[in-house]
């Protein structure tokens, strides 16, 4: 069974930074893309950032985040990162990673894309 742990989250003036991690447990990681999302108080769940299977490298970003955030994976470990810079009050929100079913996936940005999910962990970015 695929089971995945999000950590990292936490409360940080605007203008920081977070490095979010999530381990991934069940299977081969490296065959599987890997993404972000978030959900604010009172919104849907959103894109953030995605990471194709390591075969082919590919990583696409939310326009919100892009150039502050980058998504990055580190198979040895099981984890996929999201390195979080210059963080802003509406990037409040908990944070899920996500992963599919089938490997050997390019980058992917639905969220019905998406078969596993993390708990979540909250990012509060103060102003």
């Known amino acids: 069974q695929v089971q995945l742990e999000e950590s990292g989250g936490g409360l940080v003036q605007a203008g920081g930074s977070l490095r979010l991690s999530c381990t991934a447990s069940?299977?081969?990681?490296?065959?599987?893309?890997m993404g972000w999302f978030r959900q604010a108080p009172g919104k849907e769940r959103e894109f953030v950032a995605c990471i194709s299977w390591s075969g082919l490298g590919n990583t696409y970003y939310a326009d919100s985040v892009k150039g502050r955030f980058t998504i990055s994976r580190e198979n040895a470990k099981n984890t996929v990162y999201l390195q979080m810079n210059s963080l802003k009050p509406e990037d409040t929100a908990v944070y899920y990673c996500?992963?599919?079913?089938?490997?050997?996936?390019?980058?992917?940005?639905?969220?019905?894309?998406?078969?596993?999910w993390g708990q979540g962990t909250q990012v509060t970015v103060s102003s």
């Open positions: 996500a992963t599919t079913a089938l490997p050997y996936t390019a980058v992917r940005v639905g969220t019905r894309d998406y078969d596993y």
């Open positions: 069940g299977r081969t990681f490296s065959t599987y893309a």
